[in-house]
């Protein structure tokens, strides 16, 4: 009882580990006792070694592998009081070296997962009877793993505890972010209305690029708020719509001396999608891509027919749209995480809002809505990056509807 008073109290998984071994050399008067876990390659890690006087031990020599492999193998409690005799064990060679006498080994379980290995021996005294009654080892094994399972609970409490605070933290810094990137074409709308409403331009050239400006702001809100469920597909020559993203970027890009280049394979057929859904897609990609790769940096916007099988949807012949540049690129870990709603590489406390600035950053639906576009067309969207050498985006389309 005192044992399981002591051993509740503890939550922290280390100092937990620490006394269970403890108290199990305590409990069963043995003279070394050793936690021993598995890592996922299968191999024997040992968190926790000590003798009778909790002193850690500086090697493991002597433990008994045959006794191991076989509690692990079994899962089940192995136990002898006199393994130089115990026909399972005379062939091993720890225990004909060390000449171990009483030694002991159980699986502790947690919610029928293996948590480790108990193992206690009495190599130091040989003489030193060791307590192995089964009906209470069994109970103390018990109240350990209920201890554990406790920790565990405690320690994912913590965890959860701190995501809700960092989410907290997050939303009233997204929030900044969305009326901060929402105001911005709000407020340029308003300007050039109230422009034209007043006659305040000098020409019909004036009027016509106020005009654009307009609908460039329109259509970043349409980005940030509507993602549609459903579109209506027509015939479309592909090469149409990336030669019109290409001018588009190459005057927003003038300032950062950037080179945007074509590439699409000749004869090419048309492909049923939704011609504004499409733009709109290859022009986030786009921007993306000059986001972030630095000043004079190179973006290729190409078109082609699927070359590989795994380019092809359902082994049928598809078009692949790519855009690639020699960018920053994208951190493994990341890449799994790229197409989330709300999603940015740029650390969100460092936001900087921008079109097509060095590092800028919307809202993080940039992909997420490619991604959307991409599903609708009945089609694949997946990217390949390495850190400091450029980023390709790939997006296959079904060329038969």
């Known amino acids: 009882m005192q044992i399981s008073h002591e051993l509740m109290r503890i939550v922290e998984i280390s100092d937990l580990e620490h006394e269970i071994v403890s108290s199990a050399i305590d409990f069963t008067n043995a003279g070394r006792g050793f936690l021993i876990k598995k890592d996922s390659d299968g191999n024997n890690i040992y968190k926790v070694q000590i003798d009778k006087q909790k002193q850690i031990l500086s090697n493991v020599a002597g433990v008994s592998k045959s006794v191991l492999s076989l509690s692990q193998s079994t899962l089940e409690m192995v136990s002898t009081y006199n393994a130089l005799e115990d026909n399972r064990f005379k062939a091993a060679i720890s225990v004909q070296d060390y000449q171990l006498h009483t030694i002991f080994c159980v699986p502790i379980s947690v919610d029928a997962d293996t948590f480790g290995f108990l193992y206690l021996d009495n190599m130091d005294d040989n003489s030193r009877a060791m307590y192995l009654k089964q009906e209470i080892i069994t109970l103390f094994i018990e109240q350990i793993s209920i201890a554990i399972k406790n920790a565990m609970l405690y320690e994912n409490l913590l965890q959860k505890s701190t995501e809700l605070n960092t989410f907290e933290m997050l939303k009233d810094e997204f929030m900044a972010i969305v009326s901060h990137e929402l105001n911005t074409p709000l407020t340029t709308l308003q300007s050039y209305v109230s422009r034209l409403k007043r006659n305040l331009y000098v020409d019909e050239d004036e009027r016509k690029e106020i005009l654009n400006k307009i609908e460039n702001s329109v259509k970043k809100l349409i980005v940030t708020t509507n993602l549609k469920k459903s579109l209506s597909m027509?015939?479309?020559?592909?090469?149409?719509?990336?030669?019109?993203?290409?001018?588009?970027?190459?005057?927003?890009s003038r300032k950062r001396k950037m080179f945007i280049r074509l590439e699409i394979e000749k004869d090419l057929p048309q492909v049923m999608v939704n011609w504004e859904a499409l733009h709109l897609m290859i022009y986030n990609l786009v921007l993306n891509a000059i986001r972030f790769t630095n000043d004079f940096g190179t973006v290729v916007i190409g078109a082609r027919k699927a070359a590989f099988q795994q380019e092809k949807l359902n082994g049928k012949d598809s078009l692949v749209i790519y855009v690639q540049d020699n960018g920053i690129g994208i951190p493994e870990y990341q890449l799994k995480n790229v197409f989330r709603k709300f999603y940015e590489l740029n650390e969100i406390y460092a936001h900087k809002s921008g079109t097509v600035e060095y590092r800028s950053s919307g809202l993080g639906?940039?992909?997420?809505?490619?991604?959307?576009?991409?599903?609708?067309?009945?089609?694949?969207?997946?990217?390949k990056s390495k850190e400091n050498e450029g980023t390709t985006v790939f997006v296959t389309l079904p060329l038969k509807p």
Do not use: F, M
């Not at 027509?234 to 927003?252: C, R």
């Open 234 to 252: 027509a015939p479309v020559d592909i090469s149409e719509i990336l030669e019109l993203v290409q001018q588009e970027v190459e005057i927003l």
């Open 365 to 383: 639906l940039g992909l997420s809505t490619s991604k959307r576009i991409a599903e609708l067309h009945k089609g694949n969207i997946w990217i």
